[in-house]
């Protein structure tokens, strides 16, 4: 843990114990006595997250918490010595991310911190390509182009979109109605047969170009990109 750490908190023990724990586990500690102070020191040390108390002298913990939320995300944790829920809902509602009842245990403040931290953690989503080889064939769903035997083929959207959605799970049938859900969405009314004008559009760009795959009625059912097994 290696945290830049403001406590706000008027009751010195308190504010002493949580220093030495948090300082022990390796964070730099800022304490400020009551809540105008906590705010200067919160705009002046730029913390990662804060404990703040709610019953304090010149600001309380709901309007120190408040303020910081109109300029800042970041965690804070509220420390009161109530556990009414009504206490509990002021600092949610106040934009604080958790709260901790007083007495508590210091284990249970720094596995509250951690979760905290964790969840405000920025989300690094790994972007997939979006592209399917086959042979003599290649659907790039990032560069919206297919490529059928080297050339590159004009292809209206809803065609890729099918096409692509279709070879991503080569061998598996659809019905006209899922294709529908999934290719137009949930909110296209239309007939069902507009999976069948698109797969025949699709034949006839795609017609005998490589023996290893093929779009294939199932009848009665509905359509797949069978590839052929080796």
């Not at 604080?96 to 964790?118: C, G, N, Q, S």
């Not at 795959?213 to 080796?230: C, D, I, Q």
């Amino acid at each position: 843990m290696d945290y830049n750490v403001l406590i706000v908190e008027d009751d010195h023990n308190i504010a002493e114990l949580l220093q030495m724990y948090l300082e022990k586990e390796g964070c730099t500690v800022t304490v400020a006595g009551d809540g105008g102070e906590g705010l200067r020191q919160f705009r002046a040390v730029h913390p990662d997250i804060v404990l703040l108390d709610v019953m304090m002298p010149v600001m309380d913990g709901w309007s120190v918490c408040k303020a910081i939320r109109s300029e800042s995300q970041v965690p804070v944790i509220m420390l009161t010595a109530k556990g009414e829920t009504d206490d509990k809902v002021g600092g949610l509602k106040a934009g604080a991310d958790d709260y901790i009842t007083k007495p508590f245990e210091m284990k249970e403040v720094l596995a509250r911190i951690e979760a905290v931290m964790r969840r405000s953690a920025p989300q690094v989503v790994e972007k997939k390509p979006r592209r399917l080889v086959f042979d003599k064939l290649i659907i790039d769903m990032d560069a919206f182009e297919l490529t059928v035997d080297g050339k590159k083929i004009d292809t209206p959207p809803k065609e890729m979109e099918l096409l692509y959605y279709l070879a991503s799970s080569p061998n598996r049938v659809y019905t006209r109605n899922q294709l529908l859900d999934e290719v137009w969405g949930f909110d296209y009314f239309g007939d069902s047969r507009t999976v069948d004008v698109h797969v025949k559009r699709l034949r006839e760009k795609l017609k005998g170009v490589s023996p290893e795959w093929s779009l294939e009625t199932v009848w009665s059912v509905g359509y797949k990109f069978e590839v052929l097994k080796a």
